[in-house]
């Protein structure tokens, strides 16, 4: 069963505006952790911000914020003031004790930003 | 800044062939991951090292790969003989608890891309 799952195969955003990428997600575990990549077209994976389940507070890291709410197992990522070098792939990923604490990544979110 | 490093950048094989990936985790991580990421998909893990341990390769399709970290600090992955299907990206990442933050964080080097023909 897909433990990640990102609805928005493609988004668009115009540059300097915020954009929403979603990623829901199933764990019956109590402590784990939830991270964001991006991916360009160069293929490096680029790890954006970090949000564990036991911390209160939505995790935030210059223009990246995640939107964390535990009781609907959602963990969005917002772009806050879009920079045309934001185009790429957003991949969601869990870390799961039970899983050797490997990363399950979601199937991505192709974001585009425009002029 | 510190990098994991991955050689070579590409590679194209045909099928029947062996071929061999290389990766350099940042100094000091003790943990050390191959990912494997099919067009269009997320990366999926093929195995983890402790150290020079293997910690898990449950996903490793072990009649054709083969992983190895021998002196727990760089990895080569193999994989013999290639299949049309092995065509993907593999990418290396590192990691390191760091108590402070609570996890490890895992950082990924450049990937190799295979074309098996």
């Known amino acids: 069963a897909q433990k990640i799952t990102q609805t928005q195969p493609g988004m668009f955003v115009q540059e300097k505006e915020a954009v929403t990428l979603d990623c829901t997600y199933d764990t019956s575990d109590q402590s784990y952790g939830l991270f964001w990549y991006k991916q360009p077209s160069s293929g490096e994976m680029i790890f954006l911000i970090y949000q564990g389940s036991y911390d209160e507070q939505n995790a935030t890291e210059g223009r990246y914020s995640l939107n964390f709410q535990k009781a609907r197992k959602s963990a969005n990522l917002v772009i806050s003031a879009s920079q045309l070098g934001d185009s790429a792939m957003y991949f969601c990923a869990m870390r799961e004790p039970n899983s050797g604490y490997a990363l399950n990544f979601g199937k991505g979110t192709s974001l585009l930003v425009t002029p | ?117």
């Open chain 2, 1 to 117: 800044e510190a990098e994991v490093a991955q050689s070579p950048r590409y590679k194209i094989t045909e099928k029947s062939q062996a071929v061999a990936f290389w990766c350099d985790p940042i100094s000091g991580h003790a943990t050390l991951y191959w990912y494997r990421q099919i067009l269009g998909q997320g990366p999926e893990l093929l195995v983890q090292f402790q150290d020079e341990s293997v910690v898990d390769d449950s996903q490793l399709p072990k009649d054709r790969f083969s992983a190895e970290r021998l002196k727990g600090v760089d990895s080569t992955l193999k994989i013999q003989p290639a299949e049309l299907g092995d065509s993907a990206m593999y990418l290396c990442a590192s990691s390191i608890y760091v108590a402070g933050e609570g996890t490890d964080t895992q950082y990924f080097g450049p990937g190799t891309r295979l074309t098996v023909l």
